[in-house]
């Protein structure tokens, strides 16, 4: 028996998946440990082995595969604790990064402060050097003065240091030679190339993408390396992969070469997983809803396809790196209630986390959280909480809704279904942001519903939004980690090649194609043997744009001399697509090209479907609370039958997820065990 492991690594609990060669799906749940997000991922390989009745090490000598989702980078720019960065640049650019591209985020803001800086200005060193935009060297690399600057960047101690010339996209010699410089002076450092990590015009983004890079790659690879040992010490011997915000995975030295591309390296497989589901489902329009107990993120599935975007914004700092389109909202089951100086109820952003938790966990929080809101209305069943390895404490709960009731001047439950009510309406708008302000009708999707917390929260939230299927998966609670292991390894290159398609050279433009698959491919090579797949792509515009859109070039006639000609049609069309019209007659602008290298990983088994049974009758009965007590019966998620139905209002529930039925709703066992639900269309309940 062999298995494959899908770990992701969340604010609040670190979820485990292990799936043997007939796709049958074992889970584990266990509570992260912020201090070190490896002791916990270790807890829950311990756990996980005593549920396939292994020890660690015999499953760890089992397992082909590892493929790890982590928020380390992700909380290292947030939280502002990444590395002590200085910066090289040519000389009369050090403050291309403080001016941004001359607009605020919000331009209208009159009283918005500047964003605050990766790195200091007395950081941000300049070098005598100059490259034009042609590829003709003005000013060759001073070795004075690029002495001058490591010897400043050494005095200060600096751990990281990012290298930024100009045009160096066109020719990168003078920032090669720097690394050179850079690793005789100072060995230790971690050093980040834009030529490397994004070689591509438009300085800003070039800049902020390596800065970013720069700040969080020592504390990523540190991370990692010591996950790495700490596997291996436990008995591991296979490759160890990491899931990065375009959705596909790298190994382990390419995940901290490149550390900007983990920012989203959990949410990235919830939306992966999506994907995968779609297709299991036979609903290729999904909206992810991913609910776990610090955030919530939100995307678009169109078409079987999730939506990449070139333009993230994390923290204030621009990522121009190819990411998954998800937005993250600071709602989940730990966010925290509070009554503002107004009287007004707010839930979140603020998250009690895994320490010390909502109330209800006994940890020391005693502040409500929205997880003891649902454990006031009934919603949990406090004995059952991860399958009953910890017991959630009503009375800690009620004394913590009992502050925020006395502080509105209402009763405890009246005060807990408002927490329940903000929170929903919170995750809905955040809906909203992904589909209605993008022009796209949310009534048109379902709603995948998943994380830990999702199943208590999505049939109000499709109802509020006027969606009438929501599909709830076996494996919600850690679909994320599930999802991880129907990714494919994935290199991504970009070259810019900037000039007016009518005037370039079509041969030329194949040849670079071939270049970059060639570059992808030996990168692929180096750590995968198998089958393996490229994608093409380009950055297009009209002559009088600014911005450029990506498009695929899947159906391009690479076999012809000219294929110029097939690109700017396959541009036109796109841009009608996106934006409703095309200007055939116009100049079109090729800014980039684009190739995507995939090695081809063995396929996720799809979820067996499961045996017929008999109606499956509940297993029990709780009361919950929406305007009034009502005894709802209560299900073994689990054990239910395919093609059952289950008339709400009722509660379904795992080990680790429960999902709430409301009055009107009515949900249906899909042969993989899945639930289908129809949402009633009404009021807000």
């Known amino acids: 028996m062999t298995y494959r492991i899908g770990i992701d690594v969340g604010g609040t609990f ?110 941000r060193l300049p070098v005598r050097e100059r490259i034009r935009a042609d590829g003709r060297i003005e000013m060759p690399l001073d070795p004075s003065s690029l002495d001058a600057a490591i010897g400043a960047l050494q005095r200060e101690e600096v751990e990281a240091v990012a290298v930024c010339y100009l045009h160096a996209w066109r020719d990168p010699r003078h920032e090669r030679l720097t690394a050179e410089a850079l690793a005789r002076a100072l060995p230790d450092v971690y050093v980040s190339l834009s030529s490397e990590v994004l070689p591509q015009i438009k300085e800003f983004e070039r800049v902020s993408t390596t800065l970013v890079n720069a700040y969080v790659g020592p504390v990523l690879s540190r991370y990692l390396e010591r996950l790495e040992a700490r596997l291996a010490e436990a008995g591991y011997r296979g490759p160890t992969l990491i899931i990065q915000s375009h959705g596909g995975v790298a190994p382990i030295a390419e995940a901290g070469r490149l550390a900007a591309g983990a920012v989203l390296s959990g949410p990235a497989g919830g939306v992966a997983g999506s994907v995968y589901a779609a297709r299991l489902a036979g609903e290729p329009n999904l909206i992810p809803f991913d609910m776990g107990g610090t955030s919530t993120d939100i995307c678009l599935v169109v078409d079987g396809q999730a939506a990449l975007v070139m333009d993230r914004r994390i923290a204030g700092h621009r990522i121009a790196l190819n990411s998954l389109d998800i937005a993250s909202i600071g709602a989940g089951g730990g966010s925290i209630a509070r009554v503002d100086a107004g009287g007004i109820l707010h839930v979140g952003p603020e998250s009690a986390g895994a320490v010390p938790g909502p109330a209800c966990y006994g940890q020391g929080g005693g502040e409500a959280t929205v997880t003891d809101a649902n454990l006031v209305l009934g919603y949990l069943d406090p004995g059952n909480f991860l399958g009953g390895e910890r017991r959630l404490d009503m009375g800690l709960a009620e004394r913590a809704v009992d502050r925020i009731a006395a502080a509105l001047g209402i009763d405890r439950l009246a005060a807990a279904r408002g927490i329940h009510r903000v929170i929903n309406t919170s995750m809905a708008e955040g809906v909203r942001l992904v589909s209605v302000r993008r022009g796209v009708d949310p009534r048109r999707f379902a709603l995948f519903a998943f994380g830990g917390a999702a199943g208590l929260h999505a049939t109000e939230i499709a109802r509020q939004l006027g969606l009438a299927r929501v599909v709830v998966p076996r494996v919600a609670s850690v679909l994320s980690a599930w999802g991880m292991l129907a990714t494919d390894l994935r290199f991504e290159l970009s070259r810019t090649h900037i000039g007016d398609a009518r005037a370039l ?70 841009h009608e697509a996106l934006y409703t019209y095309s200007m055939p007659d116009q100049e079109t602008v090729l800014v980039n090209a684009r190739v995507a290298v995939s090695g081809i990983l063995e396929e996720l088994p799809q979820e067996p479907n499961l045996p017929a049974a008999s109606r499956t009758p509940p297993a029990g009965e709780r009361r919950i609370y929406f305007d009034e007590w009502i005894a709802a019966p209560v299900y073994n998620f689990d054990a239910l039958a395919p093609a059952q139905t289950i008339a709400g209002p009722a509660i379904i529930e795992s080990a680790t997820t429960t999902v709430l039925l409301r009055p009107g709703d009515r949900a249906t066992v899909t042969p993989q065990g899945w639930l289908d639900i129809a949402v009633q269309p009404g009021a807000a309940q």
């Not at 807890?43 to 996980?48: E, R, S, V």
């Not at 605020?104 to 200091?120: A, G, I, S, W």
Request: glycine fraction near 8%.
């Open 14 to 123: 670190t979820d485990l998946v292990a799936i043997d060669p007939a796709g049958i799906t074992t889970l584990a749940k266990v509570p992260s440990t912020p201090e070190d997000p490896s002791i916990g991922v270790l807890d829950g390989l311990q756990l996980l082995a005593g549920r396939l009745s292994l020890d660690r090490a015999a499953l760890l000598g089992q397992t082909d595969r590892i493929v790890h989702g982590t928020t380390v980078a992700t909380n290292a720019l947030l939280e502002h604790k990444g590395a002590r960065l200085g910066l090289l640049t040519t000389e009369g650019h050090r403050d291309v990064i403080e001016m941004r591209e001359g607009l605020k985020d919000d331009r209208y803001n009159l009283r918005m402060p500047p964003p605050e800086q990766l790195v200091p200005r007395r950081l």
């Open 505 to 574: 050279d079509g041969a030329a433009v194949k040849r670079l194609f071939e270049e970059m698959e060639a570059e992808g491919l030996a990168r692929l090579r180096a750590s995968f043997a198998g089958p393996a797949r490229t994608a093409r792509a380009v950055d297009m515009r009209y002559g009088e744009q600014v911005f450029e859109i990506t498009v695929p070039l899947d159906c391009v006639d690479w076999s012809i001399a000219d294929p110029l000609p097939q690109i700017v049609e396959r541009f036109h069309r796109r």
